[in-house]
């Protein structure tokens, strides 16, 4: 053999070698609903930056914020049929595949965060995570949204005769809708990319949403009262196609899910760290911001909320849910 020929032979090994390792690297398209200034979209950063370190460059991860691929709902379709790796929404678009997910909604489940992510990661939470798999998903953990304050154009809401007569968006949680008409408001299903609008242009004059949604969305720019009622705990699911995981190596597989944990361990960190000074920033931005809050008056008139649900779908998810918050 010629020594040019020998030559020839390596550069194409070589060659033949990158070709081999560019196309070993799988890109995960990762969409979520909320703007780059949130919380959820750092959690996204962590996680991508996280998994491309941990695999060496095999597993990297775009991300497409602020509903870029579609709304929550169609992120869900994306994700079962595979045209979206991974995606990240609240818990409440959920409850039409997975109805035992309403029970995290409902309203004063969870007095503490602590409580919440006791249940949220043990057997309550690992049960309802393995349904998921149903519907050709994987679940990866629950993130948080936080706790649900109510925000309108009236005045500060103190007590559940506030509530009454208000125009107030709601999202498709049964429990939330059962609630606000409850407290005699007018409740109207709206998109969280249609809200802003519509509370400019008088559509709906009061929303609920934690406090980095009502910041990283500027409602505060459309709304003059920030009332910290605290009224419902909002988990968010994060999970991907059951398919691309079950693709992956089982080494990237464990790599994926203890980056995920990480990934959700760091976001409900940085949600706890930042809430007090999001509330200041929307001060600042003219927001009259309430904390005299009745809790225990509103706790009693919501009752019906959770008998609602149980009479729909049996008491044995509360109850285990209950039990775990022991």
């Not at 030559?7 to 070589?14: D, E, N, T």
């Not at 965060?113 to 994987?138: C, M, N, P, W």
């Not at 009502?214 to 709304?223: A, C, P």
Request: charge should be negative.
């Amino acid at each position: 053999m010629s020594l040019s020929f020998r030559h020839f032979s390596l550069a194409a090994i070589l060659a033949a070698g990158m070709v081999t390792t560019a196309y070993a690297q799988t890109t995960l398209r990762f969409a979520h609903p909320v703007p780059e200034s949130d919380p959820q979209h750092a959690m996204a950063t962590f996680f991508a930056e996280e998994l491309e370190k941990r695999t060496d460059g095999a597993l990297s991860v775009q991300i497409f914020p602020n509903g870029q691929l579609g709304n929550d709902a169609q992120m869900i379709d994306g994700a079962r049929s595979g045209i979206i790796d991974i995606t990240m929404v609240g818990t409440n678009n959920l409850t039409g595949l997975i109805p035992d997910v309403g029970a995290f909604e409902l309203p004063f489940m969870f007095p503490t965060r602590e409580t919440a992510y006791k249940v949220l990661d043990g057997e309550v939470g690992e049960s309802i995570s393995t349904q998921f798999e149903q519907h050709g998903l994987k679940s990866l953990g629950f993130p948080e949204n936080g706790y649900r304050n109510m925000t309108n154009n009236r005045g500060p809401i103190m007590t559940p005769e506030d509530v009454k007569g208000l125009q107030m968006r709601v999202n498709n949680s049964r429990a939330l809708n059962d609630m606000f008409a409850s407290l005699g408001a007018a409740p109207q299903q709206l998109p969280v990319a249609e809200l802003y609008t519509a509370l400019e242009t008088g559509v709906v004059d009061s929303q609920d949403h934690p406090i980095a949604v009502t910041l990283s969305f500027k409602f505060y720019e459309v709304q003059d009262y920030l009332s910290l009622t605290q009224h419902a705990y909002s988990a968010l699911a994060f999970f991907m196609n059951d398919n691309k995981f079950n693709s992956l190596s089982p080494e990237h597989q464990e790599i994926l899910l203890a980056t995920a944990k990480d990934a959700v361990d760091m976001q409900r960190e940085l949600s706890i760290a930042k809430e007090e000074e999001m509330i200041d920033a929307l001060r600042a931005a003219g927001m009259e911001v309430n904390d005299d809050v009745d809790g225990a008056a509103f706790q009693e008139a919501t009752k019906n909320v959770w008998t609602n649900f149980t009479d729909a779908n049996g008491d044995a998810v509360v109850n285990a849910i209950l039990e775990a918050s022991r």
